[in-house]
């Protein structure tokens, strides 16, 4: 791919065209995607009738930097990456004569002009991780219908692909018998079972179009067909038309607004929790200036162009400057480490748990949620994958904020007859009665819902019933709402509560016990991180202010300056880290104590001297900048405590004498 300052050019090797010396001929096209300036650049997909041309660029997966602030961004600002693994059929293979080299070449080509496509409105960057090509045989039958194919390579996903990556995506060089040419899990990022699609063959630049669609599925947007032709939302460019869109008749090039905020919504009611990490290796060898801190490197600010706008001061060459800690990332201000403690990610919901700098990183924690079972929105909802489940929110969700959950009497009434208008599902053709516990586990009943949900497709008649309960008409109504083949959201989700400590599962309502989540640790009377925290979905406590351990279980109380330097409300590592270092220099002091106790003191001139240079020492070295020590406290039977993240200094008065115990 070249540019001549007014157009974007793309080279394509000519297939079996040689010369008699054996020369490769190559065309070259005008890019009709590029054709508008990079800085413009969207992001999403979108299925259109045009196959334009393709580009071979080695991709350099670019970052754009946070800015940085002591206060906490919200998601919508902050930088997000999606871990791609791109797994090319044997077709593929095939099509790019038999080479893994061109078949691989081509994949990356597709994955950087998607990114490109999501950099500017979703502020989210595709990062190629790992690549699987087919070059024997194609490991699974691949189906003309793309969502039997999505099915059956997510199996194979579970079951075969070992390397970690945020959704796996399939490059198929077969023609699906659809108007889809591709398929994704709405929603499904970040998923096992979900977080993949299928992509058929096409030109390079029109398959990185349908990938970015089929990724923004993924990540909670939904086709734009109904809200474009109601005027709910609208497509400012009327000739390339928009991603999620089949309007326009050209290449689209922009998401509307409706689907950024759609992303928006995704993410700040606890999806996408995995696209908050910055990646820890890329397909591609270590490079200076993709903006990743690979091996052999200290810092990358990216390309000169981005270093200049952020890290330039802190990092030349991918080698910090003298003095500097860090060069980016939400917890790095003016090439120093924030404190620990400094809150760099907010909390998005009742279901998620606010994230804190550790002191010693420049990256903000990754991001996590309250594990599975916690009550949310009051009591009324469950914390389910860092959402909070309700039959309310649900109604909301699919036919709009105006909608409510209908009354308990409904699905009391209405789900047990196994009709229409009622059930728990259906076995061929027959409506599945409900088990009289499992009423509010069926058939989804809301009130006044309108006749077009807000996404999905109504799959048949929208069923209205009134009933009457001591005198009061209740509204309850349902539709069956497709979003893919086997995905009816007319049903009451997974994880929502049915009763105290009762959760839907399956159309049945079980105890939460039954689950058999797995907890943290607990103090002597079982309470959970005893009390004084949360208990993450990576199974590790959270603790409350002013407590800190494993278990939260110890207290730590600091004043209101101490506050702006240790936070123990992090992920409670830094916080344990204290707990451990104060527990092995208690035993460490201990023992010192009864040694110098036994050999006695020095004489009081002595002693005067030893104080002296104690003084002389802390003036003179400072260990808060010797030892990166955030607070000093005055304690009893202490001269001073000063503690940072990784270094403990007791200073003891009658004992004059300075003890360092280093946390590990």
Not at 50 to 65: E, G, Q, V, Y
Not at 188 to 206: A, M, P, Q, R
Not at 300 to 312: H, I, S
Not at 506 to 523: D, G, I, K, Q, Y
């Amino acid at each position: 791919m070249f540019y001549d300052g007014n157009h974007t050019y793309l080279i394509e090797p000519e297939e079996n065209v040689t010369s008699p010396e054996d020369f490769h001929f190559h065309s070259v096209y005008k890019s009709r995607l590029f054709e508008f300036p990079l800085d413009d650049l969207p992001s999403a997909f979108q299925q259109v009738n045009i196959t334009p041309p393709k580009f071979i660029l080695k991709p350099r997966p670019k970052r754009t930097k946070r800015q940085l602030h002591r206060h906490p961004r919200n998601v919508e600002e902050e930088t997000k990456y999606i871990e791609l693994m791109i797994v090319n059929d044997h077709l593929m293979f095939k099509k790019h004569r038999l080479s893994v080299v061109h078949t691989n070449t081509y994949a990356k080509s597709v994955v950087n002009m998607a990114d490109l496509i999501y950099k500017d409105q979703l502020k989210t960057r595709i990062v190629l991780v790992a690549m699987e090509t087919w070059a024997a045989d194609n490991k699974f039958a691949i189906s003309e219908n793309p969502l039997i194919t999505l099915r059956e390579f997510m199996k194979y996903r579970r079951d075969f692909i070992k390397e970690k990556s945020d959704a796996v995506h399939l490059f198929s060089g077969s023609q699906f018998e659809s108007s889809r040419s591709g398929a994704a899990y709405i929603g499904g990022i970040c998923s096992l079972l979900k977080g993949g699609g299928v992509n058929e063959f096409g030109k390079t630049d029109l398959m990185a179009v349908t990938l970015a669609q089929s990724l923004a599925n993924n990540i909670g947007i939904i086709s734009d067909k109904r809200k474009l032709a109601s005027g709910e939302c609208t497509c400012e460019d009327t000739w390339s038309g928009c991603i999620m869109g089949d309007t326009g008749y050209y290449l689209p090039k922009k998401f509307t607004q409706c689907n950024v905020e759609e992303y928006h919504d995704f993410l700040n009611s606890g999806g996408g929790a995995c696209l908050f990490n910055k990646p820890s290796k890329l397909l591609d060898p270590p490079e200076c200036g993709n903006g990743f801190i690979e091996t052999g490197e200290e810092c990358d600010c990216g390309t000169p162009a981005e270093c200049v706008l952020e890290g330039a001061e802190c990092c030349k060459k991918c080698t910090l400057t003298q003095d500097s800690q860090c060069s980016d990332g939400l917890c790095c201000k003016k090439c120093k480490f924030q404190p620990m403690g400094t809150v760099c990610r907010e909390a998005v919901n009742d279901c998620d748990i606010r994230e804190s700098c550790s002191g010693n990183s420049s990256q903000c924690a990754p991001n996590i949620h309250k594990m599975d079972g916690y009550s949310c929105d009051g009591v009324q909802g469950i914390c389910f994958g860092g959402r909070c489940k309700t039959r309310d929110r649900q109604c909301k969700y699919i036919w709009g904020q105006k909608v409510m959950a209908s009354d308990k009497y409904c699905y009391e009434k209405l789900n047990i007859e196994g009709t229409e208008k009622g059930n728990c599902g259906k076995d061929k053709d027959t409506w599945i009665q409900c088990n009289k516990r499992d009423v509010l586990c069926g058939y989804l009943l809301c009130t006044n819902i309108g006749n077009i949900p807000r996404l999905g497709e109504l799959d048949g008649e929208i069923t209205s019933t009134l009933v009457v309960q001591q005198g009061r008409t209740l509204n309850c109504s349902g539709g069956h709402v497709k979003l893919e083949e086997d995905v009816d959201l007319g049903y009451v989700e997974d994880g929502t509560p049915c009763g105290p400590q009762m959760m839907c599962l399956e159309h049945r309502c079980l105890p939460v016990a039954s689950f058999n989540f797995s907890t943290c640790l607990s103090n002597k009377e079982g309470i959970v991180c005893s009390g004084n925290g949360v208990c993450s979905n990576e199974l590790k406590c959270v603790c409350n202010m002013h407590w800190t351990g494993a278990d939260c279980s110890t207290y730590f109380p600091l004043n209101d300056d101490e506050k702006a330097g240790i936070t123990l409300s992090g992920n409670g590592v830094a916080g344990t880290n204290i707990i451990i270092g104060i527990i092995a220099g208690t035993i460490l002091v201990l023992a010192l104590i009864l040694g110098m106790t036994a050999w006695g003191y020095k004489n009081y001139r002595e002693q005067r001297y030893v104080m002296r240079i104690i003084n002389i020492q802390l003036k003179v070295l400072n260990p808060i900048h010797i030892f990166g020590i955030h607070t000093c406290n005055y304690k009893s039977g202490l001269l001073f405590l000063c503690c940072s993240s990784h270094t403990l200094i007791l200073i003891f008065h009658d004992l004059k004498m300075v003890i360092l115990i280093m946390v590990l």
